[in-house]
């Protein structure tokens, strides 16, 4: 009977101890300002973003790296702190220390970062604190906080916000920028990398391991990072504070576990065949111009026009100036600028100073009506756009509409913006004309050229 009381004081005296940790642990969940954005905008952001990655990056398959890869991040996403995301991790052949997750759970590491792991655990903090920023939503709240904050520099910087219907996805793709591992959406405040350290310390200890080698391996990158070897992760991973006195504590809080994986044999292998791997030979890229090359929605190639080049997507076609490049494609909402005319803005957000925009809004009544709405949208984004005047131009044998527009240039100065729209059966087209005022009179030419070439399928 005294046995079965101290038993029964026992299991009394740990429940209660179970509950004094769960009151004790910090409240961690996604910021108010995207509960009303659906999940699956984060994973058609986070889907689009990582297919630019291949283009700029090496990303690399080996069967002895890759296998552990899968079986940590599944371990780790099969815990409830992860949420319901289609996780994935690529590797990336580059010595630099570095991992990064887009929004929906699409993750990549560096090769650089399993060689100056120590073990196992670390490379699963690594993944653990990636995915808890794509279960607490961080790159979405990211690009929120930029859309209500930034100071609008030209056109190109406020055109993704007046989308009708094509959601952040289609917003994102119109800019067509922005998605490579320094983008906007992976640059996260000290506020996001304590939350991600804390979450993944619930889901490190959850997965059986080690939370504390999560911080220790920060730490670590951090006294290097004098000597640059941690500096890109810091550029989007800023240092919240002493991250291995508040990992310990919330150690404390945490129901106790065995940790027995920070010397697997399978690590050791992994980092050996890291450091065997020989530089792949660089992505061979499609000379435009020359050769055809597939977007997400059309085509780019060769156009009988001497010194263009023409997109050609499901629902419009036009040439453009040999040099330039197309960003986004998706429902055919895309940006074709020279990438040198691209800035990111001190918010991370990106701005357009040359190039052309191309989307489609809903018809509000008849032409001039559809392009007074839109006209409006513009001006309550940038209430500094000042109006010019307008005349009627032939796009295709469609009449149309030509507006002159002027504002603040992203490349400094002033810049001319051209509002083309077009009224169609479905919907209006419109395209917006940017050049740096100093450049007006060299690009106007090209914009005729462009506008003439426009066929609509």
């Known amino acids: 009977?005294?046995?079965?009381?101290?038993?029964?004081?026992?299991?009394?005296?740990?429940?209660?101890?179970?509950?004094?940790?769960?009151?004790?642990?910090?409240?961690?969940?996604?910021?108010?300002?995207?509960?009303?954005?659906?999940?699956?905008?984060?994973?058609?952001?986070?889907?689009?973003?990582?297919?630019?990655?291949?283009?700029?990056?090496?990303?690399?398959?080996?069967?002895?790296?890759?296998?552990?890869?899968?079986?940590?991040?599944?371990?780790?996403?099969?815990?409830?702190?992860?949420?319901?995301?289609?996780?994935?991790?690529?590797?990336?052949?580059?010595?630099?220390?570095?991992?990064?997750?887009?929004?929906?759970?699409v993750m990549f590491m560096h090769t650089g970062l399993i060689q100056q792991a120590e073990n196992e655990d670390q490379v699963a903090g690594v993944l653990?604190?990636?995915?808890?920023?794509?279960?607490?939503?961080h790159g979405v709240a990211n690009m929120v906080r930029a859309q209500k904050t930034q100071t609008f520099a030209g056109i190109g910087s406020i055109i993704a916000g007046i989308?009708?219907?094509?959601?952040?996805?289609?917003?994102?793709?119109?800019?067509?920028?922005g998605f490579g591992a320094n983008s906007l959406m992976l640059k996260n405040s000290r506020d996001a990398e304590q939350q991600a350290d804390l979450l993944g310390a619930r889901m490190m200890n959850s997965a059986g391991y080690n939370p504390l080698e999560m911080a220790r391996f920060f730490e670590k990158l951090e006294a290097e990072s004098g000597g640059g070897r941690g500096t890109e992760f810091f550029s989007n991973h800023p240092n919240p504070g002493n991250r291995v006195k508040y990992v310990q504590e919330e150690i404390q809080l945490l129901p106790r576990n065995q940790y027995?994986?920070?010397?697997?044999?399978?690590?050791?292998?992994?980092?050996?065949?890291?450091?065997?791997?020989?530089?792949?030979?660089?992505?061979?890229?499609?000379?435009?111009?020359?050769?055809?090359?597939?977007?997400?929605?059309?085509?780019?190639?060769?156009?009988?026009?001497?010194?263009?080049?023409?997109?050609?997507?499901?629902?419009?076609?036009?040439?453009?100036?040999?040099?330039?490049?197309?960003?986004?494609?998706?429902?055919?909402?895309?940006?074709?600028?020279?990438?040198?005319?691209?800035?990111?803005?001190?918010?991370?957000?990106?701005?357009?100073?040359?190039?052309?925009?191309?989307?489609?809004?809903?018809?509000?009544?008849?032409?001039?009506?559809?392009?007074?709405?839109?006209?409006?949208?513009?001006?309550?984004?940038?209430?500094?756009?000042?109006?010019?005047?307008?005349?009627?131009?032939?796009?295709?044998?469609?009449?149309g509409l030509l507006t002159t527009m002027q504002s603040q240039s992203a490349l400094g100065g002033t810049e001319i913006d051209y509002l083309l729209t077009v009224q169609l059966q479905d919907r209006l087209f419109y395209a917006v004309f940017i050049t740096p005022e100093q450049q007006l009179s060299q690009n106007q030419a090209q914009f005729q050229r462009m506008i003439e070439s426009i066929r609509f399928q």
């Open 1 to 105: 009977m005294r046995f079965r009381l101290r038993t029964q004081l026992w299991i009394a005296l740990f429940a209660a101890a179970s509950m004094l940790w769960a009151q004790k642990l910090r409240e961690i969940k996604p910021a108010d300002s995207v509960k009303n954005i659906p999940i699956e905008e984060d994973i058609k952001i986070g889907r689009q973003a990582s297919q630019e990655v291949p283009k700029t990056m090496r990303v690399i398959q080996n069967n002895q790296v890759q296998p552990m890869l899968d079986r940590i991040l599944k371990n780790l996403t099969s815990q409830q702190e992860a949420g319901q995301y289609p996780y994935s991790i690529g590797l990336v052949y580059d010595p630099s220390i570095n991992a990064f997750a887009y929004p929906g759970g």
């Open 128 to 137: 653990a604190h990636e995915v808890s920023h794509v279960a607490l939503r």
């Open 163 to 177: 989308f009708l219907g094509n959601g952040m996805a289609g917003q994102l793709a119109q800019m067509g920028i």
């Open 260 to 399: 027995n994986s920070a010397n697997s044999t399978e690590f050791q292998r992994a980092r050996n065949a890291v450091n065997a791997i020989k530089s792949p030979p660089k992505a061979v890229k499609t000379t435009k111009g020359t050769q055809s090359q597939e977007g997400p929605t059309g085509q780019v190639g060769r156009s009988s026009t001497r010194g263009m080049q023409r997109y050609t997507g499901q629902s419009f076609a036009i040439d453009f100036p040999q040099g330039w490049e197309v960003f986004g494609g998706e429902q055919d909402n895309l940006t074709i600028a020279p990438r040198n005319s691209i800035r990111q803005g001190q918010d991370g957000s990106s701005q357009i100073g040359m190039g052309v925009l191309i989307s489609s809004a809903q018809n509000q009544g008849n032409l001039n009506q559809s392009t007074q709405a839109l006209l409006q949208n513009l001006r309550q984004q940038n209430p500094s756009l000042r109006m010019g005047g307008n005349r009627t131009v032939t796009v295709a044998g469609s009449q």
